[in-house]
C-alpha cells in the first residue's frame, strides 16, 4: 500500500554513498566557515570605510564653524562700537518721538475742548414757550 520513493541500495551503493557525504562533509563545512569569515572581512571594512567618511565630513563641518567662530570674533569690536553708537541714537529717537508724542496728545486734548464747547448749545435769547418750573 506505501509507495517506495528510493529503490533499495545495494551495499555497495550504500557504501559509496557515505565515503561521498564523509568526504563532502568536511568540504562544505571549510567552504561555510570561510564564506562567513570572508563576509564577516567584508562587511568590517564597509563599516571602517563609512565610519571613515563620516569621520571627514564631520571633520570639515568642525573646520567650517571653527573659521565662523573666527570671524565672528574679528568682528566683535567692531559691532560693540557700532551698537554703542546705535544706543546714543536710540536714546535721540526716544527723545524726539516722546516730544512729538506729547504734542499729539496735547493738540488732541485742545481738539476735545473745542468739540465739547462747540457741542454745548448756547441759550437762546427768547422766552420759553413752555413754563420751566414744574407745579406740585
Known amino acids: 500500500m506505501g509507495r517506495r520513493t528510493e529503490p533499495k541500495l545495494t ?7 557515505g565515503l ?18 570572508v563576509h564577516g572581512a567584508e562587511s568590517a ?9 563620516e569621520a571627514r565630513a564631520v571633520q570639515l563641518e568642525v573646520a567650517n564653524e571653527a573659521e565662523a567662530v ?4 574679528a568682528e566683535l569690536p567692531q559691532m560693540l562700537q557700532e551698537a554703542r553708537k546705535s544706543q546714543h541714537r ?6 524726539v518721538f516722546g516730544f512729538l508724542g506729547l504734542a499729539v496728545v496735547a493738540g488732541a486734548a485742545v ?9 454745548t448749545p448756547e441759550p437762546s435769547p ?8 414744574p407745579k406740585l
Do not use: C, F, M, W
Not at 551495499?11 to 554513498?17: D, I, K, Q, V
Not at 571594512?45 to 567618511?53: E, V
Not at 573666527?70 to 570674533?73: E, G, L, R, S
Not at 427768547?126 to 418750573?133: A, N
Open 90 to 95: 536710540r536714546r535721540r529717537r526716544l527723545v
Open 111 to 119: 481738539a476735545v475742548t473745542i468739540a465739547r464747547r462747540s457741542a
Open 45 to 53: 571594512a564597509s563599516a571602517l570605510k563609512r565610519r571613515a567618511r
Open 11 to 17: 551495499s555497495r551503493e550504500r557504501l559509496n554513498r
Open 70 to 73: 573666527k570671524q565672528v570674533v
Open 126 to 133: 427768547r422766552p420759553p414757550s413752555v413754563e420751566v418750573t
Open 20 to 37: 561521498h557525504y564523509t568526504a563532502v562533509g568536511p568540504v562544505d563545512i571549510t567552504r561555510g566557515v570561510v564564506g562567513v569569515s
